[in-house]
C-alpha cells in the first residue's frame, strides 16, 4: 500500500512564491504527478516526474527526490486564479496505470 | 485536439437503480482509468482498462463494473446504487509513450 502525505491548506499572497510539499512511502515508485483542481472542476495535469530533480514549467516547478520519498510543485508570482487544490499522486510498479492520490492541498492566495 | 470528454455531465438516481456512465479518451489512447471522488477528498481508483481488458482494480464492490470498447471508448456501471455512491467520478486515458495522465471533465452523480 501507498502512504501520501500533504498539507491541506496553504494561504499566499499575490505575486509572491509557494511551495507545496508531498511526501510519500511505497513498495515500488514508479513516477509523480501534479495535478491542479478548482472548485467544481476535474484535475487538469500539471507534471509528471520520474527521475530526481528540478521540472520547469513556466511559473510551475516540480522536485522529486526517490531516495527521501519526497516531492514539492513550486508556483512562482502567484495570481488569484492560482487558488486552487494541488494533488500529489504516486504511481507504482506494477500497478498500471492506477494513481494513488494524496487528499490535496487547497491553496487560497490573497491580493 | 479534442481531450477526455464523459457524458453525463450531471445526473441524479434514487437508492437501489444503476447507472452507466461514459467516457471517449484522447484520440491515440488506450488506456483508460475510472476513479471516485468524494467532495474533500483526492480521486480513488476504481479500474483501469487497456486493450479492452480489464488491467487494475481498486478496493470498490462488485457493483462497480467496466468494460472498454474497440474504439477505446469506456463504460461505468454502478448498480444498487447508495446515497455513499455520490461523487464526482473522472475517466482518465494515459498515453503510454510519456505515461502522463489526462482527466476527463467529470459525471457529478447524485443519489437521493
Known amino acids: 500500500g501507498q502512504n501520501i502525505d500533504q498539507p491541506t491548506e496553504m494561504t499566499a499572497t499575490e505575486g509572491a512564491i509557494v511551495q507545496i510539499n508531498c511526501t510519500y512511502q511505497?513498495?515500488?515508485?514508479?513516477?509523480l504527478f501534479w495535478y491542479q483542481q478548482h472548485a467544481g472542476e476535474a484535475p487538469t495535469f500539471l507534471s509528471y516526474?520520474?527521475?530526481?530533480g528540478l521540472e520547469e514549467k513556466g511559473r510551475f516547478s516540480s522536485f522529486l527526490s526517490r531516495s527521501k520519498g519526497y516531492s514539492y510543485l513550486l508556483l512562482k508570482e502567484l495570481q488569484m486564479k492560482d487558488s486552487a487544490s494541488y494533488l500529489c499522486?504516486?504511481?507504482?510498479?506494477?500497478?498500471?496505470?492506477?494513481?494513488?492520490f494524496g487528499g490535496g492541498t487547497r491553496l487560497m492566495v490573497k491580493p | 485536439d479534442a481531450g477526455v470528454t464523459q457524458s453525463p455531465t450531471h445526473l441524479i438516481k434514487t437508492r437501489g437503480q444503476h447507472v452507466t456512465l461514459r467516457c471517449s479518451p484522447i484520440?491515440?489512447?488506450?488506456?483508460v482509468s475510472w476513479y471516485q471522488q468524494v467532495l474533500g477528498q483526492g480521486p480513488q481508483f476504481i479500474f483501469q482498462y487497456y486493450e479492452k481488458e480489464e488491467r487494475g482494480r481498486g478496493n470498490f464492490p462488485d457493483r462497480f463494473s467496466a468494460r472498454q470498447f474497440p474504439n477505446y471508448s469506456s463504460e461505468l456501471n454502478v448498480n444498487a446504487l447508495l446515497l455513499g455512491d455520490s461523487a464526482l467520478y473522472l475517466c482518465?486515458?494515459?498515453?503510454?509513450?510519456?505515461?502522463?495522465?489526462?482527466f476527463g471533465p467529470g459525471t457529478r452523480l447524485t443519489v437521493t
Open positions: 516526474n520520474v527521475l530526481d
Open positions: 499522486a504516486v504511481r507504482e510498479n506494477n500497478a498500471g496505470n492506477m494513481l494513488t
Open positions: 484520440s491515440g489512447h488506450k488506456s
Open positions: 482518465a486515458s494515459t498515453s503510454l509513450q510519456t505515461y502522463e495522465q489526462y
Open positions: 511505497t513498495s515500488g515508485f514508479n513516477g
